[in-house]
């Protein structure tokens, strides 16, 4: 079965620039997250998504992010302006439970190594 | 406000030695506990998932126990192998049945 895939694996650009990270769930799994990870803060979870509708954002860092999850099969991350303090790793996990669902663990995509120059 | 700890931050032992992994948390007011290994350049993969319920599981190798009431758990880790380096994190999920706390990690080298 394919796991979690995440694109681009590597992305290296200008300060300023719009950044778009792209993730496709295991199929079937209804609820996705994003995070952030980073040395000095480890994994951070940026904003979760259930049956396609984010149910909390409240870990996006400020207006230049933003989460879209058109359909059941695709989320896409965008930071614009992106700015050198974005730099990080970006996993994309999802998981076939709801809210108030049993217990199951979340599957993360390799994530995205993202450098703002 | 929940936090998780593991300590040590890193371990290194010769292969073939049983090892334990350590991981605290400070509010027992948990739905589970969770493991899981980040290889470098890679995503995170599930090893164990205890239920609060539970006070167990094993994989193979791998033995995790949960004691609430002391809030803790920790993964056994038996006849190490080298592909068993990898970091190990611990996460608790709480009231939010999504929100996972999560520890900073244990970097673990087995040294063949």
């Known amino acids: 079965d394919a796991g979690v895939i995440q694109s681009p694996r590597h992305e290296v650009t200008e300060m300023g620039q719009e950044v778009t990270l792209r993730c496709k769930p295991i199929?079937?799994?209804?609820?996705l997250f994003w995070y952030r990870q980073t040395m000095m803060r480890g994994l951070e979870l940026l904003i979760y998504?259930?049956?396609?509708?984010?149910?909390?954002d409240s870990g996006m860092p400020e207006d230049r992010f933003s989460a879209k999850m058109p359909n059941a099969s695709f989320s896409t991350l965008k930071i614009q302006p992106s700015e050198p303090r974005d730099s990080a790793v970006y996993f994309c996990a999802s998981s076939p439970m709801g809210t108030g669902g049993i217990n199951q663990p979340q599957h993360f995509g390799d994530g995205t190594r993202l450098s703002i120059l | 406000k929940q936090e998780v700890t593991q300590i040590p931050a890193a371990l290194s032992v010769p292969e073939g030695e049983n090892l334990v992994l350590n991981c605290s948390f400070t509010?027992?007011?948990?739905?589970?506990l969770q493991w899981f290994r980040q290889d470098p350049g890679k995503g995170l993969t599930s090893l164990l998932l205890i239920q609060s319920s539970q006070r167990e599981q094993t994989s193979g190798r791998l033995n995790a126990s949960l004691d609430k009431s002391s809030g803790r758990s920790t993964l056994y880790i038996a006849a190490s192998q080298p592909g068993d380096s990898a970091t190990y994190l611990c996460?608790?999920?709480?009231?939010?049945?999504?929100?996972?706390?999560w520890g900073a990690g244990t970097k673990l080298i087995i040294k063949p």
């Open positions: 509010d027992s007011a948990i739905y589970n």
């Open positions: 199929s079937g799994h209804n609820s």
């Open positions: 996460a608790v999920e709480g009231d939010s049945n999504y929100q996972l706390i």
């Open positions: 998504f259930n049956n396609n509708v984010p149910i909390d």
